[in-house]
């Protein structure tokens, strides 16, 4: 929702490619737009989307300046070019600011999983961000991501954005999945 009334639009889309979380796509003089592919199950998880949707936002702010009349990013699974590291970083530390997370003590499982539920991150993303913010060691984050059951996370800080069904206008043509996401 924020980032509608910030002015950017936020599509969901089922895409061919299973590979593609997410794009960004920014033109001088447009509204930015974000893709989210819905084919993708970290999409369709609230703690996971919040910091797709975040990782998105990094490419609008830092990558669509410069020389270039259209940005367009895609984001894929498994990543690691500077650019995607680098959103990957961003996103946590927007969602969770370091300041905000204070000092943490306790198992390193504990602390990733208070993170997670507090500020509403994944909890695999929690346990990176809180490597990054000196709180557990890299070691203790693999420990903690290889154990078999992660603790579910909740949170409402994603309640959903109301949106008027297509047949409400009585349209008797079916949108397409893009009419239908701005509708």
Do not use: M
């Amino acid at each position: 929702r924020w980032l509608e009334e910030a002015g950017v639009l936020v599509l969901e889309l089922t895409l061919e490619a299973t590979n593609v979380e997410a794009a960004s796509l920014a033109e001088a003089g447009a509204s930015p737009v974000i893709i989210l592919n819905r084919a993708i199950d970290r999409v369709r998880y609230a703690p996971a989307r919040r910091a797709i949707l975040a990782h998105e936002l990094c490419h609008l702010l830092h990558d669509a300046n410069g020389d270039r009349d259209l940005l367009t990013l895609v984001s894929r699974q498994n990543d690691s070019s500077d650019i995607e590291q680098r959103a990957n970083a961003f996103a946590p530390a927007f969602l969770a600011p370091g300041q905000w997370v204070g000092a943490l003590s306790g198992r390193p499982r504990n602390i990733a999983a208070s993170i997670a539920q507090k500020w509403g991150l994944s909890f695999e993303g929690s346990a990176w961000h809180a490597k990054n913010l000196g709180l557990i060691t890299e070691a203790d984050v693999l420990t903690v991501l290889a154990t078999a059951k992660r603790p579910p996370v909740e949170t409402a800080l994603e309640p959903s954005i109301a949106r008027t069904p297509p047949d409400q206008f009585g349209i008797e043509a079916k949108p397409s999945a893009f009419g239908n996401s701005q509708l």
